[in-house]
Each structure stands twice: as structure tokens, then as C-alpha cells.
Nanobody, 122 residues
Framework: QVQLVESGGGSVQAGGSLRLSCAASGDTYWMAWFRQAPGKEREGVAA????????YYTDSVNGRFTVSRDGAENTAALQMNSLKPEDTAMYYC??????????????????WGQGTQVTVSS
């Protein structure tokens, strides 16, 4: 079973930037980032497919966040710019093998990391 390890969370002021990284112990087809704030449902933030590098973003981060991956290294990253207080959440890396038509839906993923906290202060 592939395992995922996230790193790079932390605290930053509004308008700042953070970069999250996710290292997979084996090959994956889709890698994605989800977040969950206290009292809120888990939300798909960004996803990227191996090979084509096709990306998907939720509307609230489009233009501010960039997802990338290195297929040779089995890693993915989430560059977060212009951070807002509402971006505060636990961020999780997720992965799956095989196709999906819903890359931002958590139920599509069967491999999850332990999460890393992102806190944005105003």
C-alpha cells in the first residue's frame, strides 16, 4: 500500500505564501489536496493527474494556488499564494490509481496522508 507524507504547513499572515509537499512511497495516478476546517466539511482544493499533468482547482483557490507533481520522484506540491484567513484548515494529501471523473471528490481517493495544519492570520 502506497503511503503519503505531507510537509510544509505552518502559520502565515494574510497575503503571504506557503508551499505544501507530499511524498508518495510508490506510483500514483491522481494526487490531490483536500482541506478541512473545524466545523466544516472536507473540501477538495486541487488535483493533478500523472502523465498529462491535467489540473483541477476549486473555485475559491483558482488563480492563487498551484498544484504540481514530479512523476519521477512521486511527489506533489501545493504552492499557496495570497493566502486568506478562510484558507485556514488542516490540509491533506490524497492519491489514487485509476481514472476518475471527480478528481476533487474525497470519496474517490483511497490513500491519505496524515495532514498538515495551515493557519492564516488577518
Amino acid at each position: 500500500q502506497v503511503q503519503l507524507v505531507e510537509s510544509g504547513g505552518g502559520s502565515v499572515q494574510a497575503g503571504g505564501s506557503l508551499r505544501l509537499s507530499c511524498a508518495a512511497s510508490g506510483d500514483t495516478y491522481w494526487m490531490a489536496w483536500f482541506r478541512q476546517a473545524p466545523g466544516k466539511e472536507r473540501e477538495g482544493v486541487a488535483a493533478i493527474r500523472d502523465g498529462s499533468g491535467r489540473t483541477y482547482y476549486t473555485d475559491s483557490v483558482n488563480g492563487r494556488f498551484t498544484v504540481s507533481r514530479d512523476g519521477a520522484e512521486n511527489t506533489a506540491a501545493l504552492q499557496m499564494n495570497s493566502l486568506k484567513p478562510e484558507d485556514t484548515a488542516m490540509y491533506y494529501c490524497a492519491a489514487r490509481n485509476g481514472i476518475t471523473s471527480f478528481p476533487l471528490q474525497g470519496s474517490e481517493y483511497n490513500i491519505w496522508g496524515q495532514g498538515t495544519q495551515v493557519t492564516v492570520s488577518s
